[in-house]
């Protein structure tokens, strides 16, 4: 079984970043789309969208109006195409959205917003720009403006922009049979093996879940119970078809290492990634996850009281100093304090994938080839 290894740093996602170093384009119907959507204060949901493609070097640009409250609002574009707002209007502002380019599946784009007039005062505001790493189905705040008027229940409303990468529909229902494997080794080579299987798209991200590796802590204090240590690893998963017959996965995980006990919040430390790789039918990508480098647990000596002078348990980042000397177990002030980075810095954590066509599937098969040979 040919095996491609790909290493992932996990770290959290941030979402401010660099621009991105290659060019994408879009093709009509297809490629990068930006949608603005005003959402009310209390929902999660917009009420009114319009959005546009995204091409390089062009920035699409539409505006939203709210006349004499936030109960009036709308959006409209392209911005350049609109009629004068209306002379009434108490806020207009001009959103808009700047492809810079593609890397690893990541898109660059540069987000405006300018108040145009605030209140009804006529005069603009400066913009106001962020440069943000998207991903397919990723939201994004870009603004907000809150008014109170007579008559209207709405106080706030928040100004959101989404993005798509829009895809050949041929593509796009494309449907794989995904074999995720979870293996952990310990420093001694024990190793820890889990398997499930999922049918996934390009449309949505298809969650993995897998059971707790635990291990049992010995005691190092009389006082003390018996604690258990777990590590933890959920994600989600994404597939699409593209045109030269490989399919990009877009994988999101999340690692927890920590104390297994009934407490609130729980004894973990943890992280999270977005890894978006290429792949092909059949081959085996193995998704190296490191363990925790840094950061600790502290508990009370017995399961369930509390600790001397503070809460059930409490956790810390660490990261210099004290806390990254800490040993994986020790006893400090009557209280427990598990180290993730030392207990788990020799054991290994990964997930391997591998996608496979569903059987008997020859409607697929035919959509695929036709998309192929009109590339």
Known sequence: MKRMIVAVA????????????????????????????VVKAGDTAPTSTTGTDLVPGTP???????????????????????????????YVMRLAAELLGEKDGAYSVRLTSQRLRVAGAPDPEPPLEQTVSLGDGDRVVVDMVRDTAPGCAIPAVTIEAKFFVRQDPALAQAVYAADVWFVHK?????????????????????????KDVTFPLAKIDPAQDEFTAYVRVAGTLRARARHDGLVDLDLNTQRSAG???????????????????????????????????????????????KMPGSGVMRGGAGGTGEQTSLPAMSIRDGRFVFNPGAFF???????????????????????????????
């Open 10 to 37: 996990i770290a959290c996602c941030a979402v401010i970043a660099a621009v991105a170093q290659k060019p994408a384009g879009s093709a009509s119907g297809t490629g990068p789309y930006i949608q603005f959507g």
């Open 186 to 210: 310990d420093d001694a080579g024990h190793e820890w093996n889990q398997h499930l299987t999922a049918n996934v798209n390009g449309a949505v991200d298809v969650p993995l879940v897998f």
């Open 60 to 90: 699409a640009a539409v505006r939203f109006t709210a006349r004499q409250s936030l109960c009036e609002n709308g959006l409209g574009g392209p911005f350049e195409k609109l009629p004068p707002p209306p002379a009434d209007a108490r």
């Open 259 to 305: 104390l297994l006990l009934p407490s609130s919040p729980p004894g973990a430390y943890g992280s999270s990634t977005r890894k978006a790789i290429t792949v092909r039918l059949g081959e085996t990508t193995a998704i190296e996850i490191p363990q925790p480098s840094s950061g600790y647990v502290m508990t009370a000596l017995r399961i369930g009281e």
């Open 345 to 375: 810095k020799d054991h290994v954590t990964r997930l391997l994938i591998r996608l496979r066509a569903p059987a008997a599937d020859s409607e697929q098969a035919a959509r695929l080839e036709a998309a192929s040979n009109r590339d």
